[in-house]
């Protein structure tokens, strides 16, 4: 079966600093990978997403991910934390075309992202 | 296009009552999902579906049915309300090819509150 652990519920970074969202899949072979954004009262918009192709993936915002499927890790990161940043992110895995999971989303528990003045 | 739209935005049900959350997509996307999110547990995946007449249990599946009928519709259905089933619910959709997903798109959420 598929999962996913976010590490850390909460990150707090100052405006400026280097932004790092952990997550990490289960998965028996390489899934697709997905980082979904949140902002207070809305609903959820796609950052960014692995699915094929060059495993260092450019999103919206500034963001950037990296599969790595020797660690089973695809964790999210931004050089420069801005104060608009400041949301919960989510990280996501879904089977490959083909696969049992094809077509089934399954998510993290999600980590706040506090950006400081 | 309209994307995911769901119906309606609010809804106070008793406890016992039945009801259908609505969500239709306009991008003939194969794939459609519904989840609920709970503070303190991300999103839940209840019910799915990979194409018309398909559908699958997802992690919470207990109390809500789905049909999938056409590519555009996939409604949820609250059989016997409970307050455990306060919750905002969102409907999703997305395809699949040889090159890759397209990425789940969601609609803007049901606020359920079970009273």
């Known amino acids: 079966a598929q999962s996913v652990t976010q590490l850390g519920s909460h990150v707090s970074v100052s405006e400026g600093a280097l932004v790092l969202l952990r997550c990490n899949y289960s998965?028996?072979?390489?899934?697709?990978l997905f980082w979904y954004v949140q902002y207070p009262n809305q609903g959820l918009q796609l950052l960014l997403k692995y699915t094929t192709g060059a495993t260092l993936v450019k999103g919206i915002n500034g963001f950037e991910a990296e599969f790595k499927k020797s660690e089973t890790s695809f964790h999210l990161t931004k050089p420069s934390a801005h104060m608009s940043d400041a949301a919960e992110y989510f990280c996501?895995?879904?089977?490959?075309?083909?696969?049992?999971?094809?077509?089934?989303?399954?998510f993290g528990q999600g980590t706040t992202l506090q950006v400081k003045p | 296009n309209a994307g995911v739209t769901q119906t309606p935005k609010f809804q106070v049900l008793k406890t016992g009552q039945s009801m259908t959350l609505q969500c239709a997509q306009d991008?003939?996307?194969?794939?459609m999902s519904w989840y609920r999110q709970d503070p303190g547990m991300g999103l839940r995946l209840i019910h799915y579906?990979?194409?018309?007449?398909?559908?699958d249990q997802g992690e919470v599946p207990n109390g809500y049915n789905v049909s999938r009928s056409t590519t555009e519709d996939f409604p949820l259905r609250l059989l016997s309300a409970a307050p455990s089933q306060t919750s905002v619910y969102f409907c999703?959709?997305?395809?699949?090819?040889?090159?890759?997903?397209?990425?789940?798109?969601f609609g803007s959420g049901t606020r359920l509150t079970v009273v």
């Open positions: 579906s990979v194409g018309a007449g398909i559908t």
């Open positions: 991008m003939n996307h194969e794939y």
């Open positions: 999703a959709s997305s395809y699949t090819s040889g090159t890759g997903s397209s990425g789940y798109t």
């Open positions: 996501a895995v879904s089977g490959r075309l083909g696969s049992s999971n094809t077509g089934k989303l399954i």
């Open positions: 998965s028996s072979v390489p899934p697709y």
